[in-house]
């Protein structure tokens, strides 16, 4: 139960980050951009990120090097990709399935902060 807790608080600081942002900039602006800006409010929310974090896959014991790389790894716990798109379509709800897949991650979020009012997908993978 606390661990969930602890989850749910981070990921509220992470949302608000990136809420914080959107108010700032508005919408339509570029990833890059906005990327850019919610580093600095995790930073200022003394929360620990990697960013643009390679995603390797291990087949049949080999790590083989992908082209995927996750955008915000925040604290260890939670995936974060970045959109910055006037819809969502399912392939970027499956990018984040894959990450977290992929990770040890036991949460997912899924932004987007091109549109007219900051939206967002949580998806989870483990309970």
């Given at each position: 139960?606390?661990?969930?807790?602890?989850?749910?608080?981070?990921?509220?600081?992470i949302i608000g980050a990136h809420i914080d942002v959107h108010r700032e900039l508005g919408p339509r602006l570029l990833e890059s951009i906005?990327?850019?800006?919610?580093?600095r409010e995790l930073t200022a929310r003394g929360l620990r990120f990697e960013r643009e974090r390679p995603m390797p896959i291990?087949?049949?014991?080999?790590?083989?090097?992908?082209c995927y790389r996750i955008d915000l790894v925040v604290e260890g716990l939670v995936v974060v990709e970045l959109k910055a798109v006037d819809h969502l379509l399912s392939v970027h709800?499956?990018?984040v399935l894959t990450y977290l897949k992929l990770t040890d991650c036991p949460?997912?979020?899924?932004i987007i902060l091109r549109i007219s009012?900051?939206?967002r997908l949580?998806?989870?993978?483990k309970t």
């Open positions: 139960m606390r661990v969930t807790s602890n989850i749910n608080v981070l990921t509220r600081e906005y990327a850019t800006c919610v580093h291990v087949y049949k014991g080999d790590t083989l090097q992908s709800e499956a990018q949460v997912g979020l899924l009012a900051a939206q949580t998806c989870t993978q």
